[in-house]
């Protein structure tokens, strides 16, 4: 009993392991032969930057306290 009680974690904590893993290397465990593209936010994520729009005073002084240094 406690043998397969044992396995039974296991089999889950390897299933958890796979799903945690396909996050950040963008391969399906399903179906190795689909690669997940993950290069650049999904259009209207709040972290991708639209270039038509002009940045704000804070982020103006951010970027300029990053490139000093």
């Known amino acids: 009993m406690l043998r397969s009680l044992a396995r039974r974690c296991l089999r889950e904590v390897y299933c958890a392991l796979k799903a945690y893993g396909s996050y ?22 709040p972290e991708r930057l639209c270039h038509d729009v002009p940045l704000t005073p804070v982020e103006r002084a951010l970027v300029k306290e990053l490139q000093s240094r």
């Open 24 to 45: 950040y290397t963008g391969l399906d465990p399903e179906r190795p032969d689909r690669v997940l593209c993950l290069a650049d936010p999904v259009p209207g994520h």
